[in-house]
């Protein structure tokens, strides 16, 4: 464990030193300032009035943004280390693989999730010293989501890192990723699946599989309850999940993958050749 939070503060402090640790920060806080300066706060949105409409585009805007900047950031982890030769000089030091890895992604964590959290929080201590309504429900739910968004994307990633052998192609890899969740989630994929035929429980099943979409609906069933916007599909999961399971399913499925994933990650990296 020693090793390993060695481990982690030194990916950390690379971090804080890095640009796109700065860009990351400013675009999330940046977020945040300009929904204040559109008045958001002080607008209304099906009977959402206050922080909750902020908090509400904030989390629609965070699901775009967050899960293409962890990939692209997180697959240069391992590959851009094997390029720039650091696999070398680790194995003669005595700093088992293990805790190199693990290290890496606990480090890497804490600094893709603090800036989100952290701009998010910020609009919470400004509407308590405003004396605005703080809709705390909506704060812990949006928390856990991205806490478990950011960690299923996290592992994604160290996963492409480690069967890549370039940075250049473990980016290229994260890019189709995102770009395909992207289309699932769009139902562009889903609706070729339909014009095929093919029966709804299987479509909704594969909606469902996709970290971004879980995150998407549940989103949606923290201010509509019933679903609406989905139409007919929300039936479906209503009467298989039904609210609270959905909302927990919506938490614990995307840390599971991504642990999977980050595990999986690991056995190929300690399997594979280092140098």
């Known amino acids: 464990m020693k090793h390993t939070w060695m481990t982690a503060k030194a990916d950390i402090s690379e971090s804080l030193r890095s640009r796109w640790f700065l860009v990351y920060s400013l675009i999330f806080g940046g977020i945040i300032a300009l929904l204040f300066t559109f008045g958001l706060t002080e607008s209304r949105v099906m009977g959402f009035v206050g922080l909750s409409r902020l908090l509400i585009t904030y989390i629609q805007l965070s699901m775009a943004i967050l899960p293409i900047f962890i990939l692209i950031t997180t697959v240069r982890s391992v590959a851009g280390d094997r390029e720039a030769g650091v696999f070398e000089y680790l194995l003669s030091l005595p700093v088992a693989l293990s805790s190199w890895f693990w290290g890496k992604i606990f480090?890497?964590?804490?600094?893709?999730?603090?800036?989100?959290?952290?701009?998010?929080?910020?609009?919470?201590?400004?509407?308590?010293?405003?004396?605005?309504?703080?809709?705390?429900?909506?704060?812990?739910?949006?928390?856990?989501?991205?806490?478990?968004?950011?960690?299923?994307?996290?592992?994604i990633g160290m996963l492409i890192s480690t069967i890549a052998r370039s940075a250049d192609i473990a980016q290229g890899v994260a890019f189709m990723v995102w770009l395909t969740l992207l289309l699932l989630l769009d139902l562009i994929l889903l609706g070729v699946m339909i014009q095929q035929q093919a029966p709804v429980d299987t479509v909704v099943a594969i909606a469902l599989s996709n970290p971004l979409q879980v995150f998407r609906t549940a989103s949606m069933l923290l201010f509509d309850p019933q679903l609406v916007l989905l139409g007919p599909s929300a039936y479906l999961i209503l009467d298989n999940f039904g609210e609270v399971g959905y909302l927990i399913w919506a938490i614990v499925y995307p840390i599971v993958l991504g642990s999977l994933t980050a595990t999986l990650g690991y056995f190929i990296f300690k399997r594979g050749d280092q140098i």
């Open 107 to 155: 480090g890497r964590f804490i600094v893709v999730f603090l800036p989100v959290f952290m701009a998010m929080a910020a609009s919470i201590i400004w509407g308590i010293f405003e004396g605005i309504e703080i809709p705390w429900r909506l704060f812990l739910f949006y928390t856990a989501f991205l806490f478990s968004l950011s960690w299923c994307f996290l592992g």
